[in-house]
Every structure is written in C-alpha cells, then in structure tokens.
C-alpha cells in the first residue's frame, strides 16, 4: 500500500514489529524513538521493540505508570 498512511496504537510491542514499517515509541507525552523495528533494535543494541522501551524509559510496558 504505497502512498497510504495507517496510524496503529498499540501496548504489544510484537504486534507493532509484525505490522508496522516505521514505529514511534511515545511515553508521557513525549517521543522518545522513531523508526523502522529493525533500525530501532539494531541502533539500540536489543532484540525487540519492548527492550527499546525499557531502554529508554527504565520500565517495562506492562508495569503500572
């Protein structure tokens, strides 16, 4: 679908690896990450999206904020 631009949010990291092609991480209100999953993990040095967030944030997603 080129030309087109889909907005998906989302708490499941691995959904947004499996469907996206570019990911912005955002946390209190802020965007703390933006880029392909690939460039992501790879640039931060990490196996998946949930790991860039804990990267950036100190928490996991699934903990209450």
Not at 7 to 25: K, P, Q
């Amino acid at each position: 679908m080129r030309g087109k631009t889909i907005f998906l949010t989302t708490h499941y990291m691995e959904e947004a690896e499996e469907l996206c092609d570019r990911v912005g991480i955002i946390d209190y209100e802020r965007l703390i990450a933006l880029g392909s999953p690939r460039e992501l993990t790879s640039k931060n040095e990490v196996k998946n999206l949930e790991e860039v967030f804990i990267k950036f944030t100190g928490r996991k997603i699934r903990e209450e904020i």
